[in-house]
């Protein structure tokens, strides 16, 4: 299959179950996906970044080799709607020791940025979120940081905020 070929028009809720199935838990489909989705531009970037995440989401751990690539790719990606994928993609897994800070700093860039759409924001504060419960030093910077941005945001950023901060609070 051209994957590019297919991901130049809209792919409809029903083309993307297809694919997910059809690619099964193919590494190597994952692998020209994940290329896509870092190397292109919109909309085949997001696109591909989309069906990446819904593949990890129904095959689990289809993605767990390809962690320290996907967040060596994040500073470099200009697709919003890739990020917003990547980083949902990344809160069903446990980051190596070794990228969590580089994702963390990341994370907390995004939650600050006036740029950032409140989508990949969200995915960002569920990451630092399961880093604070690792790293409790982190807590008080991310309700800090979460309070500051209430209302430069939407409602559903104070949502989730509001949320995480409660969550924090319990621990």
């Not at 991901?7 to 994940?34: A, D, Y």
């Not at 190397?39 to 819904?54: F, Q, S, T, V, Y």
């Not at 960002?124 to 940081?145: D, F, G, N, R, T």
């Amino acid at each position: 299959m051209d994957l590019r070929s297919f991901l130049t028009h809209i792919p409809s809720g029903i083309e993307k179950e297809m694919l997910i199935r059809e690619l099964g838990g193919s590494g190597k489909t994952f692998s020209s996906l994940l290329d896509l989705s870092i190397n292109e531009k919109d909309p085949i970037a997001w696109r591909a970044a989309w069906i990446l995440d819904g593949s990890d989401e129904h095959y689990p751990g289809l993605a767990k080799k390809h962690i320290p690539a996907i967040i060596a790719a994040l500073p470099g990606l200009e697709s919003a709607g890739t990020l917003r994928s990547l980083l949902r993609l990344l809160t069903r897994y446990e980051i190596p020791e070794e990228d969590q800070g580089i994702l963390i700093d990341l994370c907390f860039g995004y939650l600050v940025s006036e740029l950032i759409p409140v989508a990949v924001k969200a995915h960002a504060m569920q990451i630092i979120y399961q880093h604070a419960l690792i790293y409790p030093e982190l807590k008080e910077e991310l309700v800090s940081i979460l309070e500051d941005q209430m209302d430069n945001n939407s409602v559903g950023f104070r949502s989730r905020g509001n949320r995480i901060i409660r969550d924090l609070a319990k621990l």
